[in-house]
Structure formats: C-alpha cells, structure tokens
C-alpha cells in the first residue's frame, strides 16, 4: 500500500514536470514594454523621478512591469548618437524631453511612437502637423512656454517695481527660440521695458552672458528653459552673484536660487506624459492623439534669493505664489 502511494507520488512529479516548461515559457512570453528617453539636459534633473512616479501610480514600474533607458544630450550632435542607441533596443516607444529632442528623435524614426514631453513650439518645430491631428508618429504635451514667458515679463514688473531693463537669455540650439523672443519682445513693449536679447549655444558660455548682461545695464533676466535642466544651480549661481534677479519657467530654478519660476505644473505635466505612454503601449496610434497643452501653472518664490539680492517680495506677491521658499 506504501509502495503505490509513493509510485503515485512520482507520478504526480513526473506530471508536474511535465507541465513546468510549457508554463514558464507561458510567463517568460509576458513582454514587458521598454521605451527609451531622451533628455535635453544633465543627469542631475529631477525629471527622472517625476517621470517614473507618475508611471508607478497607473501600473508601470521601472524594472519590474517596464524597462526605461535614458539618455541625456545638450547638443545635436551627442542626441543623434544617444536616439541611434535609444533606437538599437528596439524600444516600443520613444519619449523626448524639449524640442531639440524631439526634432532628433523626429530624424531618426518614423514609425517608432515618440512622446513629447514638454515641446515649446511643437507646431512651428515641425513636430506635428496640428495640435489636434498631429500626424504621423508623435504626440504628447506642449509646454506652451513662449505664452508663459509673456507673464515672467509681467511678474518681473510687478516684483520690481523700477524695472526698466530685462535681458532674455536664450539658447541658439532650440528652434522655439524664436518664439520665445517674438513673445517677450511684444511683452516688453506693453510693459515699456528695454529688453536685451542674449543667445548663447550652453552652460559653458554662462559667465560670460552674464558679463554681458551685467555690462549693458540689464536689471533681470528671464532664462530660457532649456538652460535650467540640469543646470539650474550653476546659472542660478552665476546671476546671484552679479546681483541679477531672474526667472525661468521650471520649479527647479528657484529652488537651486533663481528668484522665481513661473510655467506649467511639473506634476501635470508628468501625469500627462505617462497617460501618453500607457494609450500608445494600449494599441493607440499617436497620429490620432491630439497634442495637450498645460492648463495648471505654479508661480514659485525664493525668498532667501530675494533677501540676497535686497529685493523685497511684497504680501500681495507671496500670496499669489504656489509655493515661497524660505
């Protein structure tokens, strides 16, 4: 009686073994999505954990449920590199942080899906065809970053009240630039300031803009976006330094000691991004997706920046704020 209890239990191993092969192979077919992006910018951003966190809440988790690769660039020439690596892993889709990446990315693919996530201009770039139809293999969020520009202008006037002169640091690398500078200079006319435009190619020119600036008697600065990825604490340092009030469209740039960021909620913005990436990897083609635009912005103070720079930051102001940092 023993002897064929045992025998039965052999059986049932033999049985079970028999079925383990067709299982695993069942659960090592389960793909896990992978996408790569590409970052206009350093690795010290804090735009990684923004991105993964708002994967994490609808399911995906880096490692685990989806497989990113990242690459960071600030210029053309290194981006089209990273986008031929990106591209090499057969990524399932693309995401592309800033214009200029978009527009590599845009070279380098056109059947793989490509996310924007956070384009100035995406119309005019020729990114997309429309923000409603854009076409072809990308879509994803406009940052509508020249708009908000406008309201910097407006913000500088009403935390300055003696502001005559502003100087716009602006990247030669970013095709929104222009954008920006036809926003800022009809801003400026209904403001009745001076504005100075000072286009620079990146981070390595900083100081001597800032000369510049300094020496053709500007009294602010409003500081392109793509300046503060990354390197929003060594700019910030630069300007506080020539006692230069500034103002960039990203938190980061306040935080690091800018005087003030105004510009699209960086959590939204997140969360729309990874909505993008879950409908395309769902079967949505992203030429039927429309681009969307930011409707949450957050105005954020530094108010230790404005102590050094014996700027006084009225109640009014600090009511309007977001968020003051102390």
């Given at each position: 009686m023993k002897r064929r209890s045992c025998l039965g239990c052999v059986a049932s191993v033999?049985?079970?073994g028999a079925t383990l092969p067709g299982w695993v192979a069942?659960?090592?077919?389960?793909?896990?999505?992978?996408?790569?992006?590409?970052?206009?910018?350093?690795?010290?951003?804090?735009?990684?954990?923004?991105?993964t966190q708002a994967l994490a809440a609808i399911g995906y988790r880096e490692g685990q449920t989806i497989t990113i690769d990242w690459r960071w660039a600030t210029n053309r020439e290194l981006a089209k590199?990273?986008?031929?690596?990106?591209?090499?892993?057969?990524?399932?889709?693309?995401?592309?942080?800033?214009?200029?990446?978009?527009?590599?990315?845009?070279?380098?693919?056109?059947?793989?899906?490509?996310?924007?996530?956070?384009?100035?201009?995406?119309?005019?770039?020729?990114?997309?065809?429309?923000?409603?139809?854009?076409?072809?293999?990308?879509?994803g969020v406009s940052s509508n970053l020249p708009a908000a520009a406008a309201k910097q202008v407006q913000l500088l006037?009403?935390?300055?009240?003696?502001?005559?002169?502003?100087?716009?640091?602006?990247?030669?690398?970013d095709s929104a630039t222009r954008i920006f500078i036809e926003q800022l200079e009809a801003a400026a006319r209904v403001q009745r300031l001076k504005l100075q435009l000072m286009l620079i190619g990146g981070a390595g020119e900083f100081e001597t803009a800032a000369d510049t600036m300094l020496r053709e008697r500007a009294q602010?600065?409003?500081?392109?976006?793509?300046?503060?990825?990354?390197?929003?604490?060594?700019?910030?340092?630069?300007?506080?330094?020539?006692k230069l009030p500034s103002i960039s469209a990203l938190r980061p740039f306040a935080i690091a000691g800018g005087l003030m960021a105004y510009g699209?909620?960086?959590?939204?913005?997140?969360?729309?991004?990874?909505?993008?990436v879950d409908r395309v990897l769902k079967g949505a083609a992203p030429a039927n997706l429309p681009v969307e635009e930011p409707t949450t912005y957050e105005l954020v103070f530094n108010l230790a920046t404005a102590r050094a720079l014996g700027v006084t930051v009225s109640q009014a102001m600090r009511l309007r704020a977001d968020e003051v940092i102390e």
């Open positions: 033999f049985t079970l069942a659960q090592s077919a389960v793909k896990v999505p992978r996408i790569g992006v590409l970052r206009w910018g350093v690795p010290g951003d804090d735009n990684r954990p923004g991105l590199h990273h986008a031929a690596e990106l591209l090499s892993m057969n990524p399932d889709l693309l995401v592309a942080s800033a214009t200029p990446a978009g527009q590599v990315l845009r070279d380098a693919t056109r059947s793989v899906p490509v996310i924007l996530g956070s384009a100035a201009d995406p119309v005019g770039s020729g990114l997309v065809a429309s923000l409603a139809r854009p076409g072809g293999n990308i879509t006037r009403d935390t300055l009240p003696g502001l005559q002169r502003v100087a716009f640091l602006g990247s030669t690398q602010a600065v409003i500081v392109q976006p793509l300046f503060t990825l990354g390197q929003s604490g060594p700019l910030a340092e630069v300007l506080a330094r020539r699209p909620s960086r959590a939204d913005t997140f969360r729309r991004i990874a909505s993008f």
